[in-house]
């Protein structure tokens, strides 16, 4: 369980992985020794899982972005789900989901003809009943997840 004082580091982790723990520490009142030690714990613990980069997919070439609901045959294992999509790096994101669709996944593309093509291999998985996608226009909101900003206990 994070304290106040890590979900402040962590909070500004997120918004920049490179910050020195020296800057981290000025900013929540910590040596940075102590910054260190905390993330080390952190990760000991599983709570960090990584440090990453953030891209503009649009800088990389993939100028289509899709979301597409998986409508599978019945009892479809998600394991047999994940070992379809995987193959495709086209899908960065694929979670299982709760209502009518079965699972949602996130699919980049460079192209329509691109997008339509992964989507009609994705398709034709055979516990694939059927896919519905919507295309992204404008994304309105992107944002890593932070810690919980929950109100301080009385």
Same mark, same amino acid.
């Given at each position: ?79 047999? #789900?994940? @070992?379809?999509?995987? /193959?495709?790096? *086209?899908? &960065?994101?694929?979670?299982?989901? %709760?209502?009518?669709?079965? =699972?949602?996944?996130? #699919?980049? @593309?460079?192209?329509? /003809?691109?997008? *339509?093509? &992964?989507?009609?291999?994705?398709? %034709?998985?055979?516990?694939? =009943? ?25």
């Amino acid at each position: 369980m994070l304290d106040r004082l890590d979900e402040r580091i962590v909070a500004l982790l997120v918004d920049d992985a490179r910050r020195s723990y020296a800057d981290i520490g000025a900013s929540v009142g910590l040596s940075a020794s102590a910054v260190k030690r905390r993330v080390d714990r952190m990760r000991a613990d599983g709570a960090i899982t990584g440090f990453t980069v953030r891209l503009d997919p649009g800088a990389l070439g993939w100028t289509v972005e899709g979301y597409v609901e998986l409508f599978c045959r019945a009892r479809t294992p998600p394991a047999t #789900i994940r @070992a379809a999509v995987v /193959r495709f790096p *086209e899908v &960065v994101e694929a979670s299982t989901v %709760a209502g009518e669709a079965d =699972a949602v996944l996130r #699919i980049l @593309a460079t192209d329509m /003809r691109h997008f *339509e093509r &992964v989507l009609e291999q994705i398709g %034709a998985e055979p516990f694939v =009943a059927r896919t519905r996608s919507v295309l992204v226009l404008s994304p309105l909101l992107r944002r890593p997840a932070h810690p919980r900003n929950d109100p301080a206990p009385d």
